[in-house]
């Protein structure tokens, strides 16, 4: 899913074929769950992209809800690779 607002590109999510599962702990049980990777960048031409410099507080806030709140997510990672070299889609 990607939204898009102004010139900030925000992306949640991947490809079913990119799913990884990862380790996880939740209440004293070990769990075996996907990860969730968020990317999000700003661009004036759509050609080249410089990711968004989220502040820490913010994506602890927003890793912690997902986390919680999304059933089979037991990690979030934040894609901060800029386009070139990256592509702004994960292929």
């Given at each position: 899913?990607?939204?898009?607002?102004?010139?900030?590109?925000?992306?949640?999510?991947?490809?079913?074929?990119?799913?990884?599962?990862?380790?996880?702990?939740?209440?004293?049980?070990?769990?075996?769950?996907?990860i969730c990777a968020?990317?999000?960048?700003?661009?004036?031409?759509?050609?080249?992209?410089?990711?968004?410099p989220f502040e820490?507080?913010?994506?602890?806030?927003?890793?912690?809800?997902?986390?919680?709140?999304?059933?089979?997510?037991?990690?979030?990672?934040?894609?901060?690779?800029?386009?070139?070299?990256?592509?702004?889609?994960?292929?």
């Amino acid at each position: 899913m990607s939204a898009i607002r102004g010139h900030c590109l925000l992306s949640l999510g991947g490809h079913p074929r990119d799913e990884a599962e990862t380790v996880g702990v939740m209440r004293d049980d070990c769990t075996y769950d996907y990860i969730c990777a968020l990317s999000a960048v700003t661009s004036t031409d759509g050609m080249t992209a410089d990711f968004y410099p989220f502040e820490p507080a913010f994506m602890g806030r927003v890793a912690t809800r997902i986390i919680n709140e999304v059933k089979g997510i037991n990690r979030v990672v934040y894609d901060d690779t800029s386009k070139l070299p990256g592509t702004i889609e994960w292929e």
